[in-house]
């Protein structure tokens, strides 16, 4: 399936949940544990309630799964690769799909 309608903006979305679990990963590092002293990627000084922060940053991934997936599914039915009698039904399977995970 191409798509296409929206440009394929939807990209971004994937690039931010690339990004939140870029953030995700520099809270479990501890400050100093990188080997270049003036690059430490760790955000655990900037954080206060780590595992708090940790939880809101997963939501957020959750909730960019979801959207990404509704407007990739909209997208596709916009371009005449999905009709609208299978829209709703592959999209509820996208979705659900993500809920399990």
Known sequence: M????FEHRQF???????DMGE???KLDLEPGQTEDPYDD?????????IPRFKSEVEKAKYYLKM???MVQRIDWFLS???GEDNLYERLEEDLL???KK
């Open 2 to 5: 191409s798509g296409g309608h």
């Open 12 to 18: 971004h979305i994937e690039t931010l949940i690339e």
């Open 23 to 25: 953030v995700l990963t």
């Open 41 to 49: 990627e760790s955000l655990q000084e900037y954080v206060e309630d």
């Open 67 to 69: 959207a990404h997936t």
């Open 80 to 82: 005449g690769d999905d």
């Open 97 to 99: 799909k993500i809920e």
